[in-house]
Nanobody
Framework: QVQLVESGGGLVQAGGSLRLSCAASGRTFSNLTVGWFRQAPGKEREFVASITWSGGSTVSADSVKGRFTISRYVAKNTVDLQMNSLKPEDTAVYYC???????????????WGQGTQVTVSS
C-alpha cells in the first residue's frame, strides 16, 4: 500500500507560481509512475503530468507544457510539480497519483492522494 499526501496548494494571482509536492508513505515510488491530475468544478479529472520513478521520463499535457515541470526526488521519496505562469483556468483541485504504468487516463492509476486546492485569481 502507498499513502500519498499532497501539499503546497493555495491562492495565487495570475502569472504567479506555486510548487506542489507529493510525499509517499508505506513504500517508495520504486517501479511506479507518479502523476498529477486536476479537476475543476463541473469538469472531468484531467491529466497534467507524469514521471517514471526509475528513469525520470516525463509526459505533460499540452495545456501546461512550458509552464509546469514535474520532478522526482529519490532521497526524499517525493514528486514535485512546479507551476509557473499560472492562469485562472489552472484553478482546480490537484491530485497526486501513482500506478504501475503511466497513462493520461486516470483509471490507469492505483493510488491517490486527497488533493490540494489551487486557485488562480485574475
Amino acid at each position: 500500500q502507498v499513502q500519498l499526501v499532497e501539499s503546497g496548494g493555495g491562492l495565487v494571482q495570475a502569472g504567479g507560481s506555486l510548487r506542489l509536492s507529493c510525499a509517499a508513505s508505506g513504500r517508495t515510488f520504486s517501479n511506479l509512475t507518479v502523476g498529477w491530475f486536476r479537476q475543476a468544478p463541473g469538469k472531468e479529472r484531467e491529466f497534467v503530468a507524469s514521471i517514471t520513478w526509475s528513469g525520470g521520463s516525463t509526459v505533460s499535457a499540452d495545456s501546461v507544457k512550458g509552464r509546469f515541470t514535474i520532478s522526482r526526488y529519490v532521497a526524499k521519496n517525493t514528486v514535485d510539480l512546479q507551476m509557473n505562469s499560472l492562469k485562472p483556468e489552472d484553478t482546480a483541485v490537484y491530485y497526486c497519483t501513482a500506478g504501475r504504468y503511466g497513462s493520461r487516463s486516470w483509471d490507469a492509476y492505483i493510488y491517490w492522494g486527497q488533493g490540494t486546492q489551487v486557485t488562480v485569481s485574475s
